[in-house]
């Protein structure tokens, strides 16, 4: 049904955009304005190492077409990254995995696609435990995590404010 490639760099305008259609939801980012594309050169830069992927997925394409979108690039339905978790060596084998699907997209699979791809892949890159950070009212995602075998690893409350409103971080993870 989906397709997983490494991110491209004509791919981050829809990257960028499927991250900025959370943010007003209040419920998956602690951003609370749109990012610039600008903005999100380095971050894609740092994800071009291959043991912190930043994967898109996107439909299959159909037998006997070409894969549509701009310079033959399937359209992104959502997107994967591995990031460092806290940027000491003595925690190279633990990353943050983040997920994010377009609007359309969520609660139709591409997220699990992502993240059963992200567990079957860590061990090939020495990664031995995967970590979210999740807002404690996000149920959507703590479920897609909850359904992947991730459990509560920590919680961090009340340190986001959002709207006025103060919000818990719940650490998630597994070990792979």
């Known amino acids: 049904m989906f397709q997983l490639r490494l991110a491209d760099p004509a791919d981050l305008p829809a990257i960028v955009d499927i991250y900025n259609s959370t943010i007003a939801s209040r419920l998956v980012t ?7 594309l600008e903005s999100r050169f380095a971050w894609f830069r740092a994800h071009q190492k291959l043991e912190r992927p930043l994967w898109v997925a996107s439909p299959l394409p159909v037998e006997g077409e070409a894969e549509a979108g701009q310079g033959g690039t399937a359209p992104v339905l959502g997107w994967l990254s591995f990031s460092d978790f806290y940027g000491r060596p003595a925690y190279a084998g633990t990353v943050e995995v983040s997920v994010y699907c377009q609007e359309a997209m969520r609660g139709r699979g591409v997220g699990s696609f992502l993240l059963q791809a992200a567990i079957d892949f860590a061990p090939r890159v020495g990664v031995e435990n995967l970590i979210g950070c999740v807002f404690g009212h996000n149920d959507p995602s703590l479920g897609l995590f909850g359904k992947f075998g991730f459990e509560r690893w920590g919680s961090l ?20």
């Open 30 to 36: 602690a951003d609370l304005d749109p990012v610039s």
């Open 157 to 176: 409350p009340r340190v986001a404010r959002l709207d006025g409103v103060e919000r818990d971080l719940v650490i998630v993870g597994r070990r792979v």
